[in-house]
């Protein structure tokens, strides 16, 4: 008689994505494969390429163990510990936020803002968490260097960590401070993801979000704009003539934003929108 046929990456895929469906989450089929990526240290496209890839036990309970945290509403970023972003790699912490699509948004409007990629930039991340946006941007410009702030000792270490693994290490400096208090003047451009949920919203935060990502990296105090009047008060003193800025902005915080800036001097160029079709960034200059 011939004995249960041996477990493969399609069938336990297949197995993964009825009880993915079964408890609720969307796109089942695609989830399951980065379950089994995760859980394996495979990328997607090789689960994707070997249905036949016999599992060991071992193999079988890593996925078990990969399933049962997602369905518990843990990011699979979060599992992994990594977490990509402009092509990038990118380490997470408990201090770190898990970086978002959305906010390559930023990286985009550099670019845009400033073609010739020889440029000797000197950049300030404000808000650096993993340091995505000011390592995605020294992965751009070869000859420019940056400054990442944060004000978690965590995050600042662990940027530092993720230019060392990007080979950036040599171009990035991190320093921990309440934004850039401690900065003198002298950058050409300055990026920022701040913190923008209003403190009442946190709660309605969706769990994956409320019980993974820091706290300090949401909370943007009672109306969500509190970090924006604070990094607004630094720029004209830390931009030098003809620098500018990009700055993420949450859903439906445009003019709100646009006005503080614009309080202390500031003028604002453009607003740019995500792929959702959602205004996102910010740009201006002094
Ligand atoms: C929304 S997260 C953005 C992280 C990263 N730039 C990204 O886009 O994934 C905001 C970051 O601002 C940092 N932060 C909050 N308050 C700060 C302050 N007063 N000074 C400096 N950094 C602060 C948080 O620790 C967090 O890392």
Redesign the pocket.
Known sequence: MAGKPPSTIGSVLGAAAIELMAAGLDEPRRRARRVLATALDLSATEIFAHPERALTATDQERIAATLRRVIAGEPLSRIAGMRE?WGLE?VLSV??????PE?ET?IEEVLARAPDRDTPHRFL??????????LALLSEFPRASGV?????LG?ARTAHHNAGRLGLGGRASFV?????RSLGAGFDAI??????ISTAALAELPPEVRNY??K????GGADGLG?FR?IAAELPRLLLPGGFFAI?IGAGQAAAVAAILMQTGLRIDRFASDLAGIVRCVVGRR
Not at 125 to 134: A, N, Q, R, V, Y
Not at 216 to 219: F, K, P, S, T
């Open positions: 972003f990118f201090d770190t936020l898990d970086p978002r906010t930023i991340d404000l808000g650096t968490g993993s340091g995505c946006l000011l990442g702030v944060d004000i978690a995050a921990v401070d309440d934004w850039a990026v920022a993801n701040p913190p923008y990502d820091p300090r990296a949401l909370d970090a604070a993420e």
